[in-house]
């Protein structure tokens, strides 16, 4: 594995909520084609006019690969105002969809439970399977695909808050916002 290490700078005069960034590495490719999504969770963390940001991911690499040839390309951006920019070929736009539908469908089922059942049976039975929490039929792979990384991501914001302190902080994760589109 070696780690690739980028600055994204908005050069724009519109706020940034996400971008993707496209790594390829040589003649190579991986599931999703390199594809680098950054979502803003918090309003703090929009790229704002002439503000950067810097990331890094981590890309396979074959042993004999001294110095590995890198290629980063902007692929999408999505800005405040719900305007993109960009090829997409990463299916940005969708999996966006996916990770927000999820968010809200994780957020309003784990709400529920946790006033059906309270906190201990809420942490036992999360990793349990739960066809509600399936994405729904009619939506792209992409789509699918960010759906169930909210609900995972909700899982493990549940299950960390109960580590750190229990009923009061999971009932707070349950009030943060997903994202910077999640109105609450």
């Given at each position: 594995?070696?780690?690739?290490?980028?600055?994204?700078?908005?050069?724009?005069?519109?706020?940034?909520?996400?971008?993707?960034?496209?790594?390829?590495?040589?003649?190579?490719?991986?599931?999703?084609?390199?594809?680098?999504?950054?979502?803003?969770?918090?309003?703090?963390?929009?790229?704002?006019?002439?503000?950067s940001a810097?990331r890094?991911?981590?890309?396979?690499?074959?042993?004999?690969?001294?110095?590995?040839?890198?290629?980063?390309?902007?692929?999408?951006v999505?800005?405040?105002?719900?305007?993109?920019?960009?090829?997409?070929?990463?299916?940005?736009a969708?999996?966006?969809?996916?990770?927000?539908?999820?968010?809200?469908?994780?957020?309003?089922?784990?709400?529920?439970?946790?006033?059906?059942?309270?906190?201990?049976?809420?942490?036992?039975?999360?990793?349990?399977?739960?066809?509600?929490?399936?994405?729904?039929?009619?939506?792209?792979?992409?789509?699918?695909?960010?759906?169930?990384?909210?609900?995972?991501?909700?899982?493990?914001?549940?299950?960390?808050?109960?580590?750190?302190?229990?009923?009061?902080?999971?009932?707070?994760?349950?009030?943060r916002?997903?994202?910077?589109?999640?109105?609450?």
């Amino acid at each position: 594995m070696f780690e690739v290490f980028f600055t994204a700078t908005n050069v724009g005069v519109k706020p940034v909520r996400a971008y993707t960034v496209r790594v390829t590495h040589g003649a190579e490719t991986q599931e999703g084609g390199g594809c680098f999504l950054d979502s803003a969770a918090k309003p703090g963390k929009i790229l704002q006019p002439n503000q950067s940001a810097s990331r890094s991911t981590w890309r396979p690499a074959q042993p004999s690969d001294t110095q590995p040839a890198v290629e980063l390309a902007l692929d999408f951006v999505e800005f405040t105002d719900g305007s993109t920019w960009g090829a997409d070929t990463c299916q940005s736009a969708e999996r966006l969809g996916g990770l927000r539908a999820g968010g809200r469908a994780a957020k309003a089922h784990f709400k529920k439970k946790l006033d059906e059942w309270g906190v201990d049976a809420l942490v036992k039975k999360l990793y349990a399977d739960d066809s509600t929490l399936a994405p729904p039929d009619g939506h792209s792979e992409a789509w699918k695909a960010g759906f169930r990384g909210a609900v995972n991501s909700y899982r493990e914001r549940i299950r960390q808050a109960n580590v750190e302190g229990g009923l009061l902080e999971v009932e707070d994760a349950l009030q943060r916002p997903f994202d910077t589109t999640d109105k609450q």
